[in-house]
């Protein structure tokens, strides 16, 4: 998600680009199910910085559909199944203040979706909420930039980066490199000293010929949301210990005990897959210059919400990039220096 974007934008602004990238690496983006969600459910509170990010993203997914003349957005509403009156009594309150434009103010009793269990306290709806169809945007990407000459399906080797006023690394001569690596900066010598806190995440593709919920996501605890008429992902796990990409049984059975409290007919698991989140410890995302290094930046921490998050700060990392703005310090990864 972090390199994609980024290069589409810095291509759209006449930048010469070349992505190194080996897709098998890391499953992260290609299994997300892409939900943007303007609100916060534990603290029922305004998603960070959603008045920047949310029409930056509309406005450009929606210019790479007309581009590539494919859809990538579906506007969904989800569907928030109340566990207690509490969480009714702080909705109700909530849809006067911030929220009023995301929060439907209608608390309905019975569930008309067929095959979702009935619910004590019933549920209401998040509104102006969706999903990017992440793998199709992925995958048009990739075809845009090997048609542009702007790929390499390879394994970056960080050694074989040789720094000076112009970087070389193998055949390339350039003037800046950006690492987007997800988690796996981890193994990156420029940036390895930050401290993210990756959360491993597990979701599972089910066919379930019974159930009947249109475009609407489904959440308690876990959410449910159709990819075609009889299949639905159904996710996801948050595990900060086990970070491989290797979908575990812990992970299957949480999902399932988690979905079978949210629908009540049959289901067969299609696949079951896992990926690892690039958060950061203070949950924001990293960008900016190494601090010996002029030439070499990051791109990074796009943590559970990078479809969101990708577009504006991509955007941001653009006019930093060439002078128009300065990084503000919550987001710069000077906060991480470690010369200091
Ligand atoms: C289960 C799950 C569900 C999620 N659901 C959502 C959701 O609904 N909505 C949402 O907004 N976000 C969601 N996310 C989070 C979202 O996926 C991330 O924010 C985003 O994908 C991070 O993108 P990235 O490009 O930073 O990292 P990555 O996707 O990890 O991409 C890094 C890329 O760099 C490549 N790479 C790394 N090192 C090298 C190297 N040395 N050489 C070559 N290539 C290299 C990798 O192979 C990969 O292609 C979910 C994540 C998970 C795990």
Partial sequence: MAGSVLALKLIEHNFTVKVID???????????AGIYNPVVFKRLTKSWMLDEVLPEMLRFYKSQEERWNCKLVTERNIVKLFSEEQEIILWQKKTNGELENYLDKIIHKTISYQSIKQN????????????????TFLDHTR???MQN?????????????????TLHYKTIRASSIIFCEGHLIKHNPFFKYIPLK????????????DLRI??????????????????F????????????????????????AKLKKIINCNYKIISHEAGVR??????????????KYDNIYVFNGLGTKGVMLAPFFAEYMLGYLTNKNSLNAEVDVMRFNPLE
């Fill in 120 to 135: 004590e306290f019933g549920y209401s709806k998040v509104k102006r909420s969706g999903n990017l169809d992440v793998k």
């Fill in 214 to 231: 249109g475009d609407d996501i489904i959440n308690k605890n876990a959410f449910v949301m159709n990819l075609n008429s009889n299949q």
């Fill in 198 to 209: 990756p959360a491993k995440g597990e979701t599972l593709t089910i066919e379930a010929d």
């Fill in 22 to 32: 080996k897709p098998e690496l890391s499953n992260c983006s290609k299994i997300a």
């Fill in 149 to 165: 000459g702007s790929y390499l399906d390879e394994k970056f080797d960080h050694s074989e980066l040789k720094v000076s006023e």
């Fill in 278 to 291: 690039p958060s950061v410890i203070d949950r924001r995302p990293l960008l900016g210059k190494h601090p």
């Fill in 143 to 145: 075809n845009f930039l």
């Fill in 233 to 256: 992902k159904v996710g996801a796990t948050y595990n900060w210990e086990d970070l491989s990409d290797d979908p575990t049984q812990g992970g299957k059975e949480d999902l399932e």
